[in-house]
């Protein structure tokens, strides 16, 4: 498995960010698919990074989250763009396709939400009063309970008081 598919969302996105912001200075090829590099962080130190690309689990950072630990973090991410910046721009355009390709899915499913907001209402304007009565009474006994008391406080109750009142 490479390198990035080992690493998380956040440490991708994060470590093409540090790309981006050339935060990875002295970098140092040791062999065909081992690079060294220092890249800057929070810390006034710049961290050392080892990437290995053949044998990803072997590359190492002495940052806090990957010191000790085989963990892909946004400085080897920051690191392994810079030495391959057409990954970087392929990892880029992934991210722009999947971005819109949400967008395209919840403005479709938007879409047909008001499309069917918009044929129920156009079906209810149709609808006479017996079948207005009927679908209520059915709604109301097939609904939930909240529902039914919900009509009775709003409805049936509420009703009673006017008549009561205005028989008075
Ligand atoms: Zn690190």
Known sequence: MGLMNMANGASLWRGYEYYQDKKVQAIEPINESQFRGSVAGS??????????????RKSHCNCPLADGRRIICKH???????????????YYKE????????????????????????????CIERMNKQELQ???????DEGP???YNRFIDMYVDRKREIEEEYFD
Request: hydrophobic share 45%; net charge negative.
């Open 95 to 122: 991210v722009i396709a999947y971005e819109e390709e949400q967008d395209r899915i919840r403005l479709e499913s938007e879409q047909i939400a008001q499309e069917q907001d918009n044929r129920l209402a156009a």
């Open 43 to 56: 810390q006034a130190q710049p961290y050392d990074v080892l990437i290995d690309i053949e044998h990803p």
């Open 76 to 90: 080897m991410i920051a690191l392994y763009f810079t030495v391959f910046p057409q990954e970087a721009e392929n």
């Open 134 to 140: 009927e679908a209520l009474v059915r709604l109301l």
């Open 145 to 147: 309970e909240w529902q």
